[in-house]
């Protein structure tokens, strides 16, 4: 019989700032989630302030131990098949204008191992993780060859059903042909995933294809950047029957802090403006010169700036239910910082981590809580996936297709 006190049930006590600052320090801070690759492409320097978003290298510095770099691809490169030139673009600006820029902070990285040494270093451990399956162009070994460039997860979609997944919304204009979930493809892709060792991420896919890829991998499953859709109802956000199961299969939800995501009075508030400006946001991503489309892109996150953000205390909400549901070793941090129309009052990039410590260690979490939140329980996951792949090591690869009929 278990006689202990549920966290959120403990009683707030004064924390001291020393404390904060060792624990947060002690603590390798992963981020499995963030999109500023999608401005470095075009010409933004990572060394220098940003001005527009939340990701530099000067609020990175001594907060922040590793970091999954989005190497995103918009639905508007399906047209054309142009997704594949699209990832590795991508691909090349994280090792280009990122890491190879910056070798004194940036390290490249591909295991839960090269985090730890990185740590040691005191250095950033860079990593990449593709957002849209899409960028797969229907072929396992293209899904091979990004493995083979560094990739360590996929989101099998993005805010499009493509050819094998269902999302869990479509922005695009495009009539979509729904599967029910995974397609037998579908499933190989997740296969194949776990015989290369490369994380599958359900962040963005709908209800169906989360059920299908729990019912499919051997190996454990992220959602990168996704909330507690009890506590806000947006459908990008998991359910507690979703993430009871996640933690059953050994994942973990990567708690995002996208302001729509995390409240559900922003939420709420929000929901108009949205449904205007997201086809708006897919005009914009098709512009061509990158002057223009981000041009527009700070015009509509703008227009959103008029609702009060999500706070600080909405963060801890969502992890502390997150954790009730699933398990203290079932939660980390997926911000998805450049990628966010908003983001928390008093959490809006790396260096406010220590705001959160102090929030989490008030609310009653202890030390070693807050390192599995922060990167423990990535790792674990990760190492997992590691060996689950060298268990599947003698299995031929995977060299199903789509069937187009």
């Known amino acids: 019989m278990c006689l202990c006190v549920p966290l959120h049930a403990q009683t707030p006590h004064t924390v001291a700032q ?32 940003n001005l527009k978003a939340q990701t530099d290298l000067p609020r990175m510095r001594g907060f922040l131990g590793a970091e999954f ?21 991508m691909i090349d600006t994280v090792t280009t204008d990122i890491i190879a820029r910056y070798p004194h902070d940036f390290v490249f990285a591909t295991t839960a191992e090269d985090i730890m040494q990185a740590h040691k270093d ?13 960028a797969i162009e229907d072929s396992l070994r293209l899904l091979r060859v990004y493995y083979a460039l560094g990739v360590r997860y996929m989101t099998l979609t993005h805010f499009n059903t493509n050819d094998w997944a269902d999302a869990q919304g479509d922005i695009t204009d495009v009539k979509v042909h729904h599967h029910g979930g995974l397609t037998p493809f579908g499933k190989d892709v997740v296969r194949e995933m776990n015989r290369l060792g490369m994380m599958v991420d359900v962040s963005h896919t709908a209800d169906s294809t989360f059920n299908d890829v729990i019912a499919t991998s051997t190996a454990p499953v992220i959602a990168s950047h996704s909330s507690c859709r009890a506590l806000d109802d947006n459908t990008r956000n998991m359910t507690d029957e979703m993430i009871r ?5 050994g994942g973990t939800i990567q708690i995002n802090f996208e302001c729509a995501y995390l409240s559900q009075r922003y939420n709420d508030q929000a929901k108009p403006l949205m449904a205007k400006l997201m086809p708006r946001y897919a005009e914009a991503q098709k ?7 981000q041009a527009a892109i700070t015009a509509i996150f703008a227009e959103s700036a008029s609702i009060p953000p999500a706070t600080l205390e909405d963060v801890v909400a969502q992890i502390d239910h997150a954790v009730q549901v699933g398990g203290i070793d079932h939660v980390g941090i997926g911000t998805d910082f450049d990628g966010s129309s908003c983001v928390p ?61």
């Open 18 to 49: 020393a404390d904060v600052d060792r624990i947060t320090r002690d603590a390798i801070l992963i981020d499995t989630h963030d999109d500023v690759p999608s401005n470095t492409i075009d010409g933004y320097d990572i060394g220098t302030a």
């Open 69 to 89: 770099f989005a190497v995103f691809v918009d639905a508007s490169y399906v047209e054309g098949n142009h997704s594949a030139n699209r990832t590795l673009q």
């Open 122 to 134: 005191h250095k950033i451990a860079a990593l990449m993780g593709i957002e849209g399956g899409h």
């Open 245 to 249: 199961a996640l933690a059953a299969n």
């Open 287 to 293: 512009l061509a010169d990158p002057a223009a489309r």
């Open 345 to 405: 009052v008093g959490l809006d990039s790396y260096n406010k981590f220590p705001a959160l410590t102090r929030a989490l260690l008030e609310k009653g979490y202890g030390a070693k809580d807050i390192q599995k939140i922060y990167g423990g329980n990535i790792l674990r996951v990760m190492r997992a996936v590691e060996k689950r792949a060298v268990e599947l090591k003698s299995m031929p690869p995977l060299n199903s297709s789509v069937d187009k009929k």
